[in-house]
């Protein structure tokens, strides 16, 4: 069973860019699907992107062309760069596995684009 733990959070100014990074640990053998999602206060948590083990992609089309997710199968570690920041891009954001057990969730990293 996989446990997930995001870092690489902070506070940018418009514009700027963060990596974030969601280190798998436990007992893994295969994860087919990980991915993002991010839930501002008051709000619903919504999909941002997802990655298969091949390397299939999918992006909430608010994020499409700023956010690139990726994975390292190898280090099992998966990695959002996040580039041209918007103040409603600020959030809580969740990286997500899914694999023989079921889904799980990090306990999230905090981004806020300030102004």
């Known amino acids: 069973q996989v446990q997930l733990v995001e870092s690489g959070g902070g506070v940018v100014r418009p514009g700027g860019s963060l990596r974030l990074s969601c280190a798998a640990s436990g007992s893994i053998v295969h994860i087919p699907l990980m991915g993002w999602s991010r839930q501002a206060p008051g709000k619903q948590r919504d999909l941002v992107a997802t990655i298969t083990w091949d390397g299939g992609l999918n992006y909430a089309d608010s994020v499409k062309g700023r956010f690139t997710v990726s994975r390292d199968n190898a280090k099992n570690t998966l990695f959002l760069q996040m580039n041209s920041l918007k103040p409603e891009d600020t959030a809580v954001y969740y990286c997500?596995?899914?694999?023989?057990?079921?889904?799980?969730w990090g306990q999230g990293t905090q981004v806020t684009v300030s102004s």
């Open positions: 997500y596995s899914d694999d023989a057990y079921g889904p799980h």
